[in-house]
């Protein structure tokens, strides 16, 4: 591709969450406003991923649909001529370039990865799929010499690795075969420039994030949920016996929290309008009124979006990504041998 490429992914399992708008959907939309026409942006859907967790399989592919309509309600323009949207699944060159990279990668390297760790301590069984998806990873990445794959610390090793993977086909077949994403430190300071990696905390526990996987309904508010109910679970979240109203992480993450999200939505800093302040629940009813507000607004732009709109552009996206893939994958069998 002649633009530097940006790859970032659109999850299929699971509902969304207000963490996922705030911390990835508002970001992505963001990123493409500002780098239109300027950058190659692939926004695409890693259904292969969604194995490694336990996932609803009959749901799947609706998630996928679904999910997108969000994204697009949310304000992504899916005929930006510099935007590839496309589903992992459907470029086989994902799944052959991972395995021709897994010959290349090391049982050490990857049981290292805290990742893997995580997400099969206690488990009897664990899947291969775990152990391995890091390499899947990095073919997705290479496949598209992206240089940009904004990320957070959790998926630290798993970028570090797709670098690691390209200098070491490169150096054993003593060519350029595939572009190293960009490292860690230039990563960040991309990513901070368009607001990615903001971590939204639970309502309840605000010293974990909100998510769907969490059994945690009172302190996880859905894109899903009604406004007025999830202006209710603004209103019961917790907070703490300061007394006093600051933006402290350590020691206020649940005030800390409301300021975010409501700075977020509303565009102002909250944070400076209401250090020192002392009522913790008029900042609530703020809050609760701006997460009221958006989940109307966005709801009513969500049901005027449809299938055929997000299949079109899937089905674009993905005749472009084939032929981008393809490409790649073919020069990779050419040096390893697979092609003549």
């Known amino acids: ?8 992914g659109i999850r299929s399992n699971g509902e969304l969450t207000l963490g996922n708008y705030l911390g990835a959907i508002k970001p992505m939309v963001d990123l493409q406003k500002k780098h239109a026409g300027d ?6 859907v890693p259904d292969l991923h969604s194995f490694i967790t336990p996932v609803d399989h009959g749901q799947l592919y609706q998630n996928t649909l679904d999910n997108l309509k969000v994204f697009t309600a949310a304000g992504l323009n899916l005929d930006q001529p510099d935007t590839l949207v496309y589903r992992q699944s459907y470029v086989p060159a994902h799944s052959e370039l991972a395995w021709i990279l897994n010959c290349f990668a090391y049982m050490g390297e990857l049981s290292r990865m805290t990742q893997y760790k995580d997400k099969s301590d206690g488990q009897a069984n664990v899947g291969v799929g775990i152990f391995d998806y890091p390499v899947l990873m990095a073919a997705d990445i290479v496949l598209y010499d992206a240089a940009y794959v904004p ?3 959790d998926q630290r090793q798993h970028l570090e690795l797709a670098r690691d993977l390209a200098q070491r086909i490169n150096n054993k077949f003593g060519l350029p075969l595939l572009s190293e994403p960009l490292e860690w430190s230039k990563q960040l300071e991309f990513a901070a420039s368009f607001g990615a990696g903001t971590r939204i905390r639970s309502l309840k526990h605000p010293d974990k ?26 209103m019961s979240a917790t907070t ?14 649940g005030v800390s929290n409301l300021l975010t999200i409501g700075s977020l939505l509303s565009g102002k800093d909250l944070a400076a309008e209401w250090d020192g302040k002392a ?11 701006e997460v009221q507000q958006f989940l109307t607004d966005l709801q009513t732009k969500l049901a005027a979006v449809t299938h055929q709109q997000v299949l079109a552009a899937l089905e674009r996206g993905e005749a472009a990504a084939n032929k981008t893939a393809n490409q790649k994958l073919e020069q990779v069998q050419r040096a390893v041998g697979l092609r003549p």
């Open 1 to 8: 591709m002649s633009k530097e490429v940006i790859l970032t």
């Open 279 to 289: 009522n913790y629940g008029d900042l609530k009813a703020v809050v609760a009124a």
């Open 39 to 44: 950058k190659q942006l692939n926004l695409f």
């Open 209 to 234: 994030k909100m998510s769907k996987s969490v059994s945690d309904p009172a302190g996880t508010i859905l894109l899903t949920d009604s406004p007025e109910e999830a202006a209710k679970k603004v």
């Open 240 to 253: 703490d016996s300061v007394g006093v109203i600051h933006l402290d992480w350590s020691n206020q993450p």
């Open 151 to 153: 990320v957070g610390e």
